[in-house]
């Protein structure tokens, strides 16, 4: 069973396929792509917080994860901190909690 630190190892290992290797702080990045990869676990936050049960059919659905990519890059779009800060493209935002799913899978 994958644990929350190989989904952000994995989050965070996609950043570094970016091929840009001229960004001198390439961390906001990473933690921003890991963040992301985690965030189909938040229903195990939940339920550690506040007792209340999500089923995992709906946060690790490929429609969770797509919705949850489009907020995070339209955030990021709106701040404009996409190409600013993190110096990522969009597809690797989509990428990254898709990432979890197959890595659940294995």
């Known amino acids: 069973m994958s644990s929350i630190l190989s989904h952000a190892l994995l989050g965070a290992s996609l950043y570094g396929a970016e091929r840009d290797r001229s960004v001198p702080c390439r ?3 990473a933690l ?3 963040g992301l990869a985690v965030t189909p676990d938040l229903d195990y936050l939940s339920s550690w ?6 089923l995992l059919r709906y946060t690790h659905s ?3 994860c797509f919705t949850v ?3 995070a890059a339209l ?3 709106t701040i404009g901190i996409l190409k600013k800060w993190l110096h ?3 597809g690797w935002i989509f990428l990254a909690p898709v990432s979890h799913l197959f890595l659940d899978l294995w």
């Open 27 to 29: 961390t906001l990045g």
């Open 32 to 34: 921003f792509l890991a």
């Open 49 to 54: 917080l506040f007792g209340y049960e999500i």
């Open 62 to 64: 490929i429609l969770f």
């Open 69 to 71: 990519s489009a907020i």
């Open 75 to 77: 955030c990021a779009l």
């Open 88 to 90: 990522l493209r969009t």
